[in-house]
């Protein structure tokens, strides 16, 4: 009863003073598995039964559960690259009954295409990496969009209030270091450059890492909410105020939340969140078709210049493999950031007939 009470209080300030006050940025941090992105959806959702007018644009990593468990309560408009399909399975009764809102599918040809036709209630999910297979055209997408969305910010021509939740937003402005595309530290400088001009223009970030470290460090001071799932590391790195919250961080339940507000004073553990991602057993199967080929490459007329830029991009590749390798990142996860294989990752690093 007494947890119940402790909840409902900060359920009740959270709705005072982080979902009303728009263009508070709110920052979900968490090692794999703590919760983080139920915890992303219950606070899309309140955020909606709070501010109903809210614009949301939510980044779809690509993992499909995610974007499933929205459809729980709300409509979604999902932007997906032109000349790509997605796909729902045809889903059985119980599956039906579950995730009985709409999906109204949006092929985009550019970033600015998606900011010009959001639907200003509802929920608009992104869906580009699971056609993106490059890091370099990765990063050159985001830089686009960022660019078009602080442009358009500026003058006016977003919705407000908005909130962008960013699910695994160390991908796009990582630890210095960490970086595999050229471009990204001009990203990453745009980014901080702005965050509080978004911030007054009621356009709020609601990213998610795993780990605190994992996102650069100029990102994560601009963030007046933290959100704490468990984390197995010290989350004192940056401000000294949290290290009596490192043990009970440390030791919270994936349904346990510590949340640090403007003033960096931190709750105690809040239990009871719900789990709004249903087991897979109970969701249909998304299917991802295509792959997504900027303007720049589709204006290509000959194949040969096709094939100068494919090979480019290999070339890069092959250099920030080595690049994090050399930094202690192992092959698994390195051919996960950039859309290889282990065995592809390790031979980059190790050629054959290399003594």
Same mark, same amino acid.
């Given at each position: ?114 900011? $010009? ?27 686009? %969009? ?33 970086? %595999? ?12 450059? $702005? ?31 933290? %959100? ?87 070339? %890069? ?39």
């Amino acid at each position: 009863m007494v947890d119940q009470m402790k909840a409902n209080f900060v359920q009740k300030k959270l709705k005072k003073d982080f979902y009303k006050n728009s263009g508070q940025h709110g920052w979900i941090v968490g090692t794999t598995g703590s919760g983080k992105t139920d915890f992303m959806v219950e606070v899309l959702r309140n955020l909606k039964e709070t501010v109903p007018k809210e614009t949301i644009i939510w980044r779809d990593y690509g993992k499909e559960s995610e974007m499933l468990a929205i459809l729980q309560f709300h409509d979604i408009k999902l932007f997906h690259p032109a000349g790509t399909t997605i796909k729902i399975s045809k889903m059985n009764k119980k599956q039906q009954d579950l995730l009985d809102h709409e999906v109204e599918f949006y092929e985009f040809k550019d970033a600015k295409d998606i900011l $010009n036709n959001l639907d200003k209630k509802g929920v608009n999910a992104i869906a580009e990496r699971r056609f993106i297979k490059t890091p370099a055209l990765f990063i050159s997408f985001w830089s686009t %969009f960022f660019q078009e969305f602080i442009n358009m910010a500026l003058n006016y021509e977003l919705p407000r209030p908005l909130s962008f939740f960013i699910d695994e937003m160390n991908n796009i402005t990582p630890a210095d270091g960490h970086y %595999f595309a050229p471009n990204q530290s001009q990203l990453i400088q745009l980014l901080v450059y $702005n965050a509080q001009n978004l911030r007054a223009l009621e356009a709020r970030l609601i990213p998610s890492t795993q780990g605190l470290a994992s996102l650069n460090k100029g990102i994560r001071l601009q963030m007046q909410y933290y %959100f704490f799932k468990r984390c197995n590391e010290n989350i004192d790195i940056d401000i000294r105020r949290f290290k009596l919250a490192q043990v009970p961080v440390q030791r919270l339940r994936t349904n346990q939340v510590i949340i640090a507000g403007p003033s960096r004073e931190y709750s105690d553990p809040i239990d009871s969140i719900p789990r709004r991602l249903p087991p897979k057993s109970l969701l249909p199967t998304m299917i991802y078709e295509g792959e997504y080929m900027p303007p720049v490459l589709e204006s290509f007329k000959t194949q040969s210049e096709k094939q100068e830029l494919k090979e480019e991009l290999s070339d %890069f590749k092959k250099k920030a493999v080595i690049t994090l390798q050399r930094n202690g990142m192992p092959y698994h996860k390195i051919a996960d950031n950039l859309g290889i294989s282990s065995q592809t990752a390790y031979e980059y690093c190790n050629p054959k007939g290399k003594k």
